[in-house]
């Protein structure tokens, strides 16, 4: 039985090439596999897999393909909370950017789900602790330690603007030195997001799963991500349609609004067409495929020369 400090030195003994593609358990001692998954692709050919239930939280690594731009993300894909889109907003995300010079984590996380506060905080826990790691390791995976964001896609993206906004909360004990790190990203990204509580503006099956039913005024006051922003915030990209019928562009909008009024860095593309769950885009022949370009555009922006 491997002990935590044998699992840590395994981790860092690896190369970045072994770990391509591969499933990297994010807490010690984890050893369940039953983590369940679903193929929503007709065409066998291609995948379209969302996990369906997990209980063995883990990343993804995409190493760069491309010349390496030391630069790294955190991909949280969404999937309402009910599943996790796996490979439209994970791995096929991931490959994108893997061109494009970044080394990407894809986060396979526990779900909220019931209201629960436990739950809720597995979740939490789950996008601090996967940060830490890429940063504990950062020199392992030829990445600068303060070049690491997060991008996070529809209910991801409340995981990511949480981590963004709550860097430090204290969701979960600590079991090794790499709970020392800091878990603040440099830079976020948030892709068709659910970020707000409030009626008219939320998706109300992820508001659901994170705090149930039975929620109150205050909770839905204190919980918006939009009301959580301070000069703390990493700065931020916001990408969103306009015809999104799932979560509405007033999340980006409010969002957008609040970063501003604590001067922090933002960019926003609202694209005329895409809908929701558009992924990279490239399947549709609309500008919102270029958003993943936009967006590596503008972190190159943020990189001190």
């Known amino acids: 039985m491997k002990t935590p400090q044998l699992t840590a030195l395994l981790f860092l003994l690896y190369l970045p090439a072994a770990f391509a593609n591969k499933e990297i358990p994010i807490w010690p001692n984890e050893v369940s596999v039953n983590n369940?998954?679903?193929?929503?692709?007709?065409?066998?050919?291609?995948?379209?897999?969302?996990?369906?239930?997990?209980?063995?939280?883990?990343?993804?690594?995409?190493?760069?393909?491309?010349?390496?731009?030391?630069?790294?993300?955190?991909?949280?894909?969404?999937?309402?909370?009910?599943?996790?889109?796996?490979?439209a907003e994970g791995l096929d995300v991931a490959k994108v950017l893997s061109q494009k010079g970044y080394s990407s984590f894809v986060l396979i996380y526990r779900m909220p789900h019931g209201g629960s506060e436990v739950n809720r905080n597995n979740a939490f826990s789950d996008a601090q602790r996967a940060m830490r790691m890429i940063r504990?390791?950062?020199?392992?995976?030829?990445?600068?330690?303060?070049?690491?964001?997060?991008?996070?896609?529809?209910?991801?993206?409340?995981?990511?603007?949480?981590?963004?906004?709550?860097?430090?909360?204290?969701?979960?004990?600590?079991?090794?030195?790499?709970?020392?790190?800091?878990?603040?990203?440099?830079?976020?990204?948030?892709?068709?997001?659910?970020?707000?509580?409030k009626d008219g503006v939320t998706h109300v099956g992820t508001r659901t799963a994170m705090y149930g039913k039975d929620i109150s005024e205050a909770v839905i006051d204190q919980n918006s991500q939009e009301n959580r922003v301070s000069d703390k915030t990493p700065p931020t990209f916001l990408a969103q349609a306009l015809d999104d019928g799932t979560a509405s562009p007033r999340n980006s909008l409010l969002m957008f609004d609040a970063l501003r009024k604590n001067k922090v860095k933002v960019e926003m593309h609202l694209f005329q067409q895409g809908g929701h769950g558009f992924g990279t885009g490239e399947k549709?022949?609309?500008?919102?495929?270029?958003?993943?370009?936009?967006?590596?555009?503008?972190?190159?922006?943020?990189?001190?020369?």
Do not use: C
């Open 36 to 87: 369940k998954f679903i193929n929503f692709s007709k065409n066998p050919a291609i995948n379209n897999r969302a996990v369906t239930n997990v209980d063995s939280p883990e990343m993804m690594y995409v190493p760069p393909a491309g010349k390496n731009n030391h630069s790294a993300v955190l991909i949280i894909p969404g999937g309402g909370f009910s599943y996790i889109m796996q490979d």
């Open 136 to 197: 504990g390791n950062a020199a392992n995976y030829h990445i600068a330690a303060d070049q690491i964001g997060v991008m996070g896609f529809s209910a991801g993206a409340f995981l990511a603007a949480n981590l963004s906004n709550n860097a430090d909360a204290t969701n979960y004990s600590a079991v090794d030195k790499l709970d020392q790190i800091p878990a603040r990203p440099d830079f976020s990204a948030l892709i068709y997001p659910v970020l707000s509580l």
């Open 284 to 305: 549709k022949n609309i500008p919102a495929k270029n958003w993943l370009t936009l967006f590596s555009d503008w972190q190159a922006s943020l990189v001190k020369p």
